[in-house]
């Protein structure tokens, strides 16, 4: 009896349809004070006012903000900073009536006095800023109404404060002003600034520093950067005249100010940067460095792009220097000139790359180090190398840089991970030293610059190299694991699992390997797998979690031999997901805290380590936020889709088969809530390559950028089916026809499943599988492929439009796995191109394809559309205008969603066709009939 009513009124459930996305709810932007305390996010709707909730860590709450978005708490944890964003509903009008900008409302200043519980709204602004290390202040930029009155009041006010700026009054209406606001959160004092331009905090709350532009008629001699003291209210004009100021940079202490500074005037095409420092005993800027500074290299200058940034103990600066750039000669007439590419077959990089990366390439600068004690600066790389590593202190004398030969350059259109030589360099001399020469992986400086450490992805191997000594050690030589992947199935040298972390002493470091966590001595002497080979034993994945603080230079990688050690984990054969914790002292410290059927996100913790925030899921349970001191006990903070109860939703399981070569092959089935094992169902099966380690993976109703959105088929009467796929070099056709195709008529033997309704669905990847597997089979009633390659001959030569990249490295190397060029095995590329035989295709194909594709060109999707056009199959082509590889636009989104379930449903379910579906959409009806009507 209690069956039969369950049954009915899972039943009586709607399904989730179009208009239900637009409410449906996610969580974003959680975070905790200092001390853990309290802890605040944001919920937002698809579409909607979002609104961001204070809570103390007993789950109380303090603050409910409708609007409330980019907040934060102060270091004291007292004042709760928010902006309030404009009504939604309010934005949408303005933009239908195409407002102008300073007619839409603006975001407004909340803050709340956590203590008091009072609120104040501080007015609509333009920007706000903090101090990273923020307790006091907070500075914004408000525009304001500065009658004559007010003008004159002011010019009175300079005479004693000279923060205001001097103005002449005027007897006219009132005119906007934008003026810099500094706010006291403690007081509620105010000081207003006009005229600034930019405004930057220290990290310690001691100084804003501001600049002013100025105008070409004011008299008052007030463009140029000026220091304002907080503490004392007193601000000094510290460096004169108009220009472009910027990277306002102090040290860790605020005891020194540097900054970069161009004065040149302002149509010069040749910028003019120099670095300045404040001296605090004349209170004025200097020049530090410019292009006539000792050690500069000849026609080379100072970077107006490059980062300023001190060492930890303020003795060294680091500086970008670049040479001088060709100016355009503005004599010549543009359009009495040829506009030319010149592709050059010794080019570094193809000219598409040098295009993409071309105003990157006019930016860039190389590493200089200027000593403060002996006024010494060094020039650490040039055009030869590549970018420069340092501790994170950069106190230490080595850091590392890399430099890669002309042809591993060319030969990056074809193959990625190309060697390159790896260098020590001295930040004290400048003295250069090769360590490791065509070396293909990865190179890691150690956080005392004491080793450099190497994963060779040729050899599979990490080692060391001892800077003092000179010496190189092998590291994971000898042990009978792997630290390369396992399960790579792409004919590039597999990766390795990374770096878990670095001993805190100093003298060692963590690697993964496949399941466990090793400890490697830096003298070679200790190997130790220090989760004692449990997770090889269980087949679990085990993980060093470790957690930033808020400390300017905290190094987030050092493990504590001290401390226990949280781990995630992993269950390769159930696809559970869980916590471990590992105590290093002891001898068998590790300990199962949770493993269960749910995943586990968006983790953090407070400074120190005491308290976290998580989210967990599964496919029925929405990933609300939880808090937790142990993980083995979770208090509950959010329920922000309670509507999901009142949809018909759906279950996962885990599927296990054989394929026909024998293989061991798994999938996820989705069935409906209200499934009936007496009724049948169409099926769509969704791929891409594996799929099954999010078995417990929620699945957001959210309009698809051209996957298939699962949770919305289920909801309606689909089953859904999503099989890995396991690859082997040069047939990655027919690997999907192994484990898609089997695991489909696997399915086929329970009476529940419609042998005559099957449909497949993919994007990108999937797309190309997609668009094989009907060249091969015509058991699916229909097929939806997105952004597909149809034709590996072409696409071969193609280009990565987003990156300017060849494609030919994907063919060789990576995802399309063919291990061989085009003219080693031409039959492979034929073999794997779904153009050639689409006249064996018989299953009605959706394709999308957009013009703005940065990563498969579009010409790939006409090739496909093309093609069984003139076969006489039945084809659509959608091109979303402007959109990219996976739709942005959210319009799109919605619109791809619709037709999705309008054409499955005609296929599969028998619906009646849409307009689109049955006669297209003229181009003289665009943008007036969206050919989304159905006639009954």
Partial sequence: MSTFSLTSLAQQKPPIDHTTFDSWKNISSQNFS???????????PQEGDVVTELKDQHNNLLLQLNRGNSSRITEDEKFFISVIKPFFKETREAKIKKKKTDEIAKDSLSVFNIATKEAINLGAIKNWKTPRLNKTY?????????????????KKEAKSDSTITKAVAKKSAPKKETVLIIYNLQTKDTTHISKVDNYYFDDNEKYIVYDRKGTEKDTTNQAGLYLYDLANKTQKKISNGKGNYKNITFDDQSQKLVFLADKSPEKSLLKDFKIYNFEWKTDTATILIDKQSTGIPEKWHVSGDGNLSFSADAKKLFIGLAPIPKVKDTTLVDFEHAKVDIWHWQDDYLMTQQLVNASRERAISYDAVYHFANQQLIPLTDKNFGRLFTTTNSNEEWAITTSVAKEAKIASQWSLGNPQDIYLVSTINGRKKIIKSNHKGQAYLSPTASHVVFYDVEKSSWSLYDITTGQEIALSDGLSVSFADELNDVPASPSSYGIAGWSQDGKGIYINDRYDIWY???DGKIKSNITQSFGRKNQIVLRAQLFK???????TNYINFKTPLLLTSFNEKTKQNGFFRLDLSKKNGLKEIIQSQNVYKRLISNDNNTIFALSRENYVEYPDLYLTKDFSSLTKLTDINP???NYNWGTTELVKWKTPNGYDAEGILYKPEDFDPNKKYPIISYFYETHTEGLYSYHEPAPTPSRLMISYFVSNGYLVFSPDIRYQTGHPGRAAEEYVNSGMKYLTKYPWVDATKMAIQGQSWGGYQVAHLITRTDMYAAAWSGAPVVNMTSAYGGIRWQTGMSRQFQYEQTQSRLGATLWENRDLYIENSPLFFMDKVKTPVAIMHNDNDGAVPWYQGIEMFTALRRLQKPVWLLNYNGDEHNLMQRQNRKDIQKRQAQFFDHFLKGKPAADWIQHGVKAIDKGIDWG?????
């Fill in 34 to 44: 200092k001390s853990g305390k309290y802890i605040y996010y944001t919920i937002s």
């Fill in 138 to 154: 907070i500075a914004y930029q408000q525009e304001i109404e500065i009658t004559a009155k007010q003008d004159s009041s002011q």
């Fill in 520 to 522: 490697f001595s830096f």
């Fill in 549 to 555: 603080n808020n400390a300017p230079r905290a190094i």
């Fill in 643 to 645: 509507q999901q109860k």
């Fill in 932 to 936: 989304l009507s159905t006639e009954e």
